[in-house]
């Protein structure tokens, strides 16, 4: 939105631009406006007002605009990018403002508002022929997304089902990592101590699959890209990869890719076997 000072520039800009009002005041086409007209020029103080009228009209478009925006997303149902961000801004032990879906946080500070936002990870799907809102979300502690808690999980199933869409079913996903297993032959540099280049590739795999957007798409060939980088690894060897969801028994191989159903993965189980490159 424009200041006042920006539409009276823009206004005394095209005056001085004017061939017929140079004529009339006696300046040269593309002067400055400040050069030839005081702040308290009849001028400079005309031109102010009509700012000043300018500036409350855009205003009130701006505001018109803007009940209009709202009036439509209130009848129009919600897309799964509106779920996502209603639960991110979701708030622990808080109520929302009767027949809303806001909080009064007046009483709150940044740093308060900012603790009871606990879900830091959300992601919401719709399934194939669009009965079912599937909504993962996560939290984070030391760094690291994790689970929310069983009071905060049961809270915010509470307010989803107050926020949501009439007819509009959910799923609330919130649960363990996925831990990743993997089998690696990694042929390495001799020059090279084999359990250094075996310690950065350990943290490479760590790094790649629990640092993927939330929700995020795992790839055998991104994991072996990530290895290759790696100072004397000659040759990563991808031999098996596996994921297992949390409170599940069955081991699923990757076949190329893979998202976690939890919406992120853990390490678990990363069997390097290191080899020397002759080449």
């Known amino acids: 939105m424009r200041t006042v000072d920006e539409i009276k520039q823009d206004i005394t800009s095209d005056f001085m631009r004017n061939e017929s009002v140079a004529a009339l005041f006696g300046f040269k086409v593309g002067d400055s406006f400040t050069a030839h007209f005081s702040k308290v020029s009849v001028v400079s103080v005309l031109f102010y007002i009509f700012a000043c009228a300018a500036f409350v009209l855009e205003r009130l478009f701006d505001s018109y605009r ?32 009767p027949d809303t879906d806001e909080y009064d946080t007046a009483d709150m500070t940044d ?5 009871a936002r606990v879900v830091k990870h959300a992601v919401a799907d719709e399934s194939d022929d669009a009965s079912l809102l599937t909504i993962k979300v996560a939290g984070e502690q030391g760094g690291r997304r994790c689970p929310l808690d069983a009071q905060t999980e049961s809270q915010l199933k509470a307010y989803i089902a107050e926020i949501k869409d009439a007819g509009v079913r959910t799923s609330l996903v919130n649960i363990a990592p996925d831990r ?6 990694i042929y390495f540099d001799p020059m090279l101590l084999a359990s250094a280049v075996e ?21 055998n060939m991104a994991l072996v890209d990530q290895l290759q980088k790696i100072d004397g690894v000659r040759i990563p060897e991808l031999r098996s990869a596996t994921t297992v969801a949390a409170g599940e028994s069955v081991v699923t191989a ?17 069997k ?5 490159y002759n080449g």
């Open 180 to 185: 990743f297993n993997c089998e690696l032959d």
């Open 111 to 115: 740093e308060e508002s900012t603790a």
């Open 254 to 270: 990757i076949d190329a890719r893979c998202v976690p159903a939890a919406g992120y993965f853990e390490m678990g189980d990363v």
């Open 199 to 219: 310690s950065t590739c350990r943290e490479a795999i760590q790094n790649y699959i629990e640092n993927l957007p939330f929700n995020g798409e795992y790839t």
């Open 66 to 97: 803007q009940e209009v925006d709202d009036r439509i997303e209130a009848i129009i149902p919600h897309r799964p990018k509106w779920y996502r961000d209603r639960v991110l801004a979701f708030m622990k032990d808080r109520t929302l403002i």
């Open 272 to 276: 390097l076997n290191m080899k020397v």
